[in-house]
């Protein structure tokens, strides 16, 4: 599974998504989470953790104590040695390019590695947020939802037509009534799953309320 997967990703790729998070997602949660409700978001096909650390970044932005709150980010894959790294949560120094300073400096510490080289491993409130399993796209779903967001970007560009669109059904139900979900910069809802959600923002899409 390791040797046939394709693990290209970065923290906050496609920035307009956690932009969009931020200001159109997150204003409601932030209310949700303070008064005790439970906020989940879904990173699927999460690679080695930039994207699910992302959003917890993100989320930690508008709510400082969600480690304390009923805040949760499933981030799945799956490739169990991306995974792997994901919840160990080391990145080399050169990955954190994108993250501002200020977070860098709150949310990750300082190390090396055994050749000394800089990098920065995510603090215990940071990991807390973040839930990494191994999961197949195509196989058996166990999670119930549901869901405040869901990111499913650049992956299902790799699959059969027929199975994007399988997958894209299944978000569907999982989704809560103003949940959004995220695809990647080259993908396009089409056949059935069109007619179950309705564009929002750039690769951005909302359950339809026609």
């Known amino acids: 599974v390791s040797a046939l997967t394709t693990n290209v990703t970065r923290f906050f790729r496609e920035p307009h998504h956690f932009q969009h998070l931020k200001s ?10 303070r008064s005790g409700g439970n906020v989940r978001i879904w990173s699927a096909a999460c690679s080695s953790g930039e994207e699910p650390y992302s959003i917890a970044l993100s989320v930690l932005s508008a709510i400082p104590d969600a480690a304390s709150r009923n805040v949760k980010i499933l981030a799945t894959d799956i490739d169990p040695n991306v995974l792997q790294k994901g919840s ?3 990145y080399p120094d050169a990955a954190m390019r994108d993250v501002a300073p200020e977070m860098c400096k709150r949310w990750f510490s300082q ?15 940071l990991r807390k947020l973040v ?16 869901f405040d967001a869901i ?14 669109v399988e997958v894209w059904c299944r978000f569907a139900p999982l989704l809560a009534p103003e949940g959004r979900l995220y695809v990647g910069h080259s993908e396009r809802l089409f056949g059935k799953a069109a ?6 923002a750039i690769t951005t899409y909302r359950l339809s309320r026609g």
């Open 131 to 146: 839930v990494f399993r191994q999961h197949n796209l195509m196989g058996n779903w166990p999670m119930r939802g549901p």
């Open 24 to 33: 159109n997602v997150l204003p409601a949660l932030t209310t949700k989470a």
């Open 88 to 90: 160990e949560g080391i």
């Open 151 to 164: 990111f499913c970007r650049n992956a299902l560009i790799y699959f059969k037509e027929a199975s994007q």
């Open 111 to 125: 190390t090396t590695d055994e050749d000394g080289s800089k990098m920065w491993k995510a603090k215990d409130e």
């Open 195 to 200: 007619s179950l959600y309705e564009n929002e």
